[in-house]
Nanobody, 117 residues
Framework: QVQLVESGGGLVQAGGSLRLSCAAS?????MGWFRQALGKERELVAT???????HYRETVKGRFTISRDNAKNTPYLQMNSLKPEDTAMYYC??????????????WGQGTQVTVSS
């Protein structure tokens, strides 16, 4: 069964950087990062397919970069120029089929990112 474990969160000042990683095991295809701020719904941050195609939500374009180590099935999220509005619990997610036709099936426990002003 697929297991995902995030790491790399922390407390940083605005303008700082963090790199999130997700240790993954099992058969997976597309992977992604989501986040959920206090009192708000979970939202997509970025996705990366098994072939390297990426997608970002508009508010993080140019600041965040999703990458993937295919040898280890490990997705990363490099976050630069962090803003207070990026504060959220960040979740690694994955699905076992191309293009995630049934959504993301597997989720990590989350890692907290807090950006102070």
């Amino acid at each position: 069964q697929v297991q995902l474990v995030e790491s790399g969160g922390g407390l940083v000042q605005a303008g700082g950087s963090l790199r999130l990683s997700c240790a993954a095991s099992g058969s997976i295809n597309t992977m992604g990062w989501f986040r959920q701020a206090l009192g708000k719904e979970r939202e997509l941050v970025a996705t990366i397919s098994s072939t390297g195609n990426t997608h970002y939500r508009e508010t993080v374009k140019g600041r965040f970069t999703i990458s993937r180590d295919n040898a280890k099935n490990t997705p990363y999220l490099q976050m630069n120029s962090l803003k207070p509005e990026d504060t959220a619990m960040y979740y690694c997610a994955a699905c076992s089929r191309p293009l995630c036709p049934l959504g993301f099936d597997y989720w990590g426990q989350g890692t907290q990112v807090t950006v102070s002003s």
